[in-house]
């Protein structure tokens, strides 16, 4: 037997991994933070308290579709590849997989071509085509599963073969971003917040998603000490509010969520329920209807998860009216709705699905003409 080594040297070259986080955090601040839109709301929200002051509910969107990827889940790739960087799981010409067919795909694709490494995203056979040119666009390829409920197994799998990083945006997402500060969406939100009548928002109100954004949410939170309440919607078919009412870290569901970027059929390891104070139940009729009066509000098409959002800030903001209280509430616009222009503003797509339109317009039509709230 060999006498036991005095010294294993793996230093090696850390030069390309330097690189790598440099052009990452060029990118970075190339870029302008995103924009926080002020929504107009009606009279309604403008009104007397009950100590005699006139205050008022104001309305903000922070407008994350303004990324170079298109989307929130920008933030998350950045944190998750400066993440794997930093850990050592990246380095040159490590391949990076990921289980997803959607924005975060995009998102990781740009920053695998950015650092030069190979960029697959492992996504069921019935993804839509412009969903993969997306991808691909990106600079990435796309790795089809006939079962759907095996694509995050497929890509794990696919990593060890190719002696890759899985990068398991699922698991990594609540770890990754640094929930104190630096420059992440919550400590964003609250200095664009700072010139304003009410510069600590009474509620923020997120997706699930990941679970990653609502975890570095409610952190920040208390860690700043806001009295700010943090309120996650979720859309049909999705196991987070399940598992959050059950305190069940494993609830599942039979089907997953229609909206895209926000439902999961389980409970993913990055949701961190102990820091949310309210969870809402959206209806996916809902999240479509009301993604479209945004979009007509604002001018461009949104988002369905960015509907799901806004119905749950108008429940909140129906309820503190309700209350007479005063104070600011702020939501996300996760990405634009071109996107989806055959899915959530297709018509016969939509009645396809079942979901009718009718009812949850009439709830937004109550809402914008009384700040009553029926939903």
């Known amino acids: 037997m060999p006498p036991a080594a005095r010294w294993i040297d793996r230093r090696g070259d850390r030069g390309w991994v330097d690189n790598a986080v440099r052009l990452i955090e060029a990118d970075s601040t190339r870029s302008a933070d995103t924009h926080l839109l002020r929504f107009p709301l009606p009279e309604w929200s403008q009104f007397i308290d009950d100590s005699g002051v006139y205050t008022g509910v104001d309305l903000y969107v922070k407008d994350e579709s303004t990324h170079i990827t298109g989307s929130l889940k920008h933030r998350l790739a950045r944190s998750l ?155 049909e078919n999705s196991a987070f509010l399940l598992g959050y009412g059950n305190g069940d870290a494993t609830a599942v569901t039979a089907v997953g969520s229609k909206i895209e970027g926000i439902g999961r059929p389980r409970v993913e390891p990055s949701f961190v329920g102990q820091v949310i104070d309210a969870m809402i139940r959206v209806p996916d009729a809902a999240s479509v209807a009301t993604a479209r009066l945004v979009g007509d509000t604002l001018g461009r098409r949104v988002g369905a998860s960015t509907g799901t959002n806004m119905w749950g800030a108008f429940t909140v903001i129906a309820d503190m009216v309700a209350h007479r209280r005063g104070g600011s509430v702020v939501t996300l616009l996760c990405d634009g709705g071109d996107r989806y222009g055959d899915t959530y503003f297709d018509d016969d797509w939509v009645s396809a699905q079942g979901w009718s339109l009718q009812e949850p317009a009439a709830v937004l039509d109550e809402f914008f003409a009384s700040g009553r709230w029926t939903g």
């Open 81 to 235: 590849f400066l993440y794997a960087l930093c850990n050592g799981w990246i380095t040159q010409g490590t391949p990076v997989i990921e289980a997803s067919s959607g924005s975060t795909a995009v998102s990781e694709a740009y920053f695998a071509a950015l650092i030069g490494v190979p960029f697959v995203a492992v996504m069921p056979t019935t993804t839509s085509r412009s969903k993969v040119a997306l991808i691909e666009r990106q600079g990435g390829r796309c790795h089809f599963v006939d079962d759907p409920g095996q694509v995050v197994a497929a890509a794990a799998k696919l990593a060890r073969e190719c002696g890759g990083h899985f990068i398991d945006q699922f698991t990594m997402a609540e770890r990754a971003t640094d929930w104190r500060g630096n420059n992440n969406i919550a400590e964003s939100i609250y200095s664009q917040l700072a010139s304003e009548r009410h510069p600590v928002p009474t509620w923020i109100v997120v997706g699930a998603g990941t679970g990653g954004t609502s975890a570095t949410l409610g952190r920040y939170i208390r860690y700043r000490r806001h009295p700010t309440w943090l309120g996650v919607v979720d859309p």
